[in-house]
């Protein structure tokens, strides 16, 4: 009997050991689980965009921020934000900061791209955690972009009213600024003004965007007439929503371009037709821009 006694007694001194080892070690896996690193911050509240003479003015939507760090000489993506952003990073110290401008692709807030023709913005800061860094980008279009522009400031313009269209525009003047205004009142039903035509618009998937400041309080259609040696094809593309105060929209055309595959040129128009005869229909636009 005493052998036996003491062999229960041996093993159940083993088996609470083990078990206050195994207790031990869930104990210490579910700490470092919950251990949480405390993060730095950049906070991104304002951004400007910075133009020159042959770009045109520097109106933007951008709306997103796309933020890339520098890690171990490696620069690794971490997160797209809606604006303004306050934005974690598990990082100390001096490091590089690259910061790409999100917009909304044809307006549409389920379509949110980096936005090809504004360079990356970089900046040096010194993070420190549970702190805050405020960065304030200054965004430039990429060096290799082309622009067709009408900002109604000089003398003529490059975009005119088609046969379609019952009335013209008038340029008008406020703060120092001109842009188009039109008003489709009465029995005019349509108003629709086109660019020049345009040849060898780069094809193969190269982008190609409308940039267009506007508001307005009927919507309208945004799209293009495709010129074949024996016909012309009107493509539309988009169609925009009233707007009360001043937007700016960036309509992707790249598909379209690319696809209009032996164009001879195209030609971009705006056209509203005013589906309400009891009320008056009217748009303002400025900044017309092709780039490419």
Do not use: C
């Given at each position: 009997m005493k052998n036996n006694s003491y062999k229960n007694t041996h093993s159940f001194v083993n088996i609470t050991f083990l078990f206050l080892i195994s207790l031990f070690f869930i104990s210490s896996c579910d700490k470092e689980e919950n251990i949480q690193e405390v993060p730095s911050y950049i906070h991104i509240e304002d951004l400007i965009l910075t133009t020159n003479s042959s770009e045109g003015a520097n109106t933007h939507n951008i709306t997103d921020v796309w933020v890339y760090v520098e890690s171990d000489s490696e620069i690794e993506f971490r997160g797209t934000y809606p604006l303004p952003a306050t934005i974690p990073l598990l990082?100390?110290?001096?490091?590089?900061?690259?910061?790409r401008a999100g917009i909304k692709d044809n307006g549409i807030a389920g379509t949110r791209v980096r936005y090809s023709f504004y360079k990356t913005f970089e900046t040096d800061v010194f993070l420190v955690k549970d702190s805050i860094v405020n960065i304030n980008p200054n965004f430039e279009y990429v060096s290799n972009a082309n622009f067709e522009i009408e900002n109604f400031e000089g003398v003529g313009t490059n975009i005119d009213t088609t046969?379609?269209?019952?009335?013209?525009?008038?340029?008008?003047?406020?703060?120092?600024?001109?842009?188009?205004?039109?008003?489709?009142?009465?029995?005019?039903?349509?108003?629709?003004?086109?660019?020049?035509?345009?040849?060898?618009?780069?094809?193969?998937?190269?982008?190609?965007?409308?940039?267009l400041d506007y508001k307005s309080n009927h919507d309208f259609m945004v799209g293009a007439y495709i010129n074949y040696p024996f016909s012309v094809v009107n493509r539309e593309l988009l169609w925009v929503t009233p707007k009360e105060d001043w937007n700016k929209i960036y309509i992707n055309m790249t598909g379209t371009v690319s696809e209009a595959i032996d164009n001879t040129?195209?030609?971009?128009?705006?056209?509203?037709?005013?589906?309400?005869?009891?009320?008056?229909?009217?748009?303002?636009?400025?900044?017309?821009?092709?780039?490419?």
């Open positions: 990082k100390t110290d001096s490091t590089k900061i690259y910061i046969i379609k269209s019952d009335i013209d525009f008038e340029i008008e003047t406020e703060g120092g600024n001109k842009y188009a205004h039109a008003i489709l009142d009465d029995d005019n039903l349509i108003f629709e003004v086109a660019t020049e035509e345009f040849e060898n618009l780069p094809q193969v998937g190269a982008p190609v965007y409308i940039e040129s195209l030609k971009f128009y705006i056209n509203m037709f005013r589906t309400d005869t009891t009320q008056d229909a009217w748009i303002e636009f400025d900044n017309f821009k092709l780039v490419y």
